[in-house]
């Protein structure tokens, strides 16, 4: 039987709830502390303010068991072994990341620590900012063998951030004694040792008693760049397979076939390798921006990451252009939209290139229908509804006498359409895919214009006119 650790989350944001969730689900006792009373009342209440596959059911399972939520972070750290700090981190002007709420409550533990315990950074932080966090609660008159502080860094995709967590690639520890180390694996061993996933109801997920997920123990400034590193190697990948994406249009290749090319490759890996209209969401444009300032900071030139964010915002445009191609002008079109998070799976709308192409719809003059199925409630805080920008319920309502059909993100959810039924609601049978989730030759067997990313476009014609000019009645009258 794994020895149970108390531990205090403080944050309940994506990171925070998450944690809270699989520690409880690994055995511990968990409080998780945020200071929005109104968040930790529907907590409390049994809601969930996030979307993420799994949190709803971990979260009743163990919600006055072994998690419980309270405002209250003096409490929670006084009766933790484990502090983790998961409060936000966003992107300040320079590009920085923003510490201020660390070190608020780094502040606000040091005043509250009555035995040792271990402070853990689990927000995505720069490096050096174990050592401030270790100066601030010295500061506060904290005598250095009452705690000590270590990096443990999250690599959690939202939308499968549980499954990330309890069936991790890697679990990084970053500390500088061994007494912190020891805490660290101790919280960890259920996964390490495998006895997890031979326990009741495991989260299924690609990990196993006989394959645990390995643990690396490194230096706290090690921790820290590994975090930032990941996640810039990821966002430059994705701009990678989008600038090659833009060549295979220009040379009539298929990015799909060259993207599964280059990923058989055991060096490089399939993963990260779909092209589409960038990326977004809380991590990667942030993370790529904080990084990149920490390189100029310490006096390295990273210019790369200057043209990851470059390649990026150029991919929306292009994007965008390729929806002007198809509909010649803007100005009272009707479009249809499928997705507003930053990708599918998630209820997240930060960053979200899917929301900066609607944005530039509506300037253009658009009627915009969309339809995420999650991010409704979010998109609606940054674009209210109003005469030009309406949210609908499913697919078919957003298709309605639409010029053109918009898919941008990946909800596995829109493979299911029934595109034939789509075809008929659709004023004109356009589709212009930024996810490049749907085949080519299949949408132009069922009659459709169809326009993805790095691939070519499939259209019907009728004569030397596109059909995309032609309004449906004469387009029937052709076919018949």
Known sequence: MSEQVSIAVVGSGYVGLVAAACFAEMGHRVICVDNDEAKVRVLREGGVPIHEEYLPELLSRHRRNLVEFTTDLRSATQDAQAIFIAVGTPQSK??????????????????????????????????????????VIERNGVPRELFDVASNPEFLREGTAVVDFLHADRIVIGAATERAAE???????????????????????????????????????????????????LATKISFI??????????????????????????????FLRAGIGYGGSCFPKDVAAFRHVAEQVGVDFGLLHEVERINEEQKVRFFQKVRSALWTFRGKKIGVLGLAFKGGTDDIRESPALD????????????????????????????????MEYVQDPYTAAQDADALLILNDWKDFLEIDFKRLHHTLRYPIIIDGRNLLDPPTMAGMGFTYLSVGRANSVQPLDTIPTYFLPRERENIKRS
Not at 218 to 233: D, L, P, V
Not at 243 to 271: L, Q, S
Not at 357 to 368: F, N, S, T, Y
Request: glycine share 6%; with cysteine.
């Open 357 to 388: 192409i609607v944005k530039r719809l509506l300037h253009e003059g658009c009627i915009v229908r969309a339809f995420d199925p999650a991010a409704e409630q979010r998109s609606k805080e940054v674009i209210p509804e109003s005469s030009q």
């Open 94 to 135: 320079t590009g920085s990341a923003d510490l201020s709420y660390v070190d608020a409550v780094a502040s606000e533990i040091a005043r509250s620590i009555n035995s040792y315990k271990v402070i853990v950074e689990k927000s995505t932080v720069p490096v050096y900012t174990n050592e401030w966090i270790r100066r």
């Open 242 to 271: 989008n600038i090659v994406a833009n060549i295979c249009e220009a040379a009539g290749a298929d990015v799909e076939e060259v993207a599964r090319g280059i990923g058989m490759d055991t060096r490089i890996g399939p993963k």
């Open 183 to 233: 805490l660290l694996r101790r919280i960890y061993e259920p996964l390490t040792s495998g006895a997890y996933y031979r326990g009741q109801s495991p989260v299924p997920g690609p990990r196993s008693e006989a394959d645990p997920p390995p643990i690396l123990q490194t230096s706290t400034k090690a921790a820290e760049i590994i975090k930032h590193a990941s996640n810039a190697f």
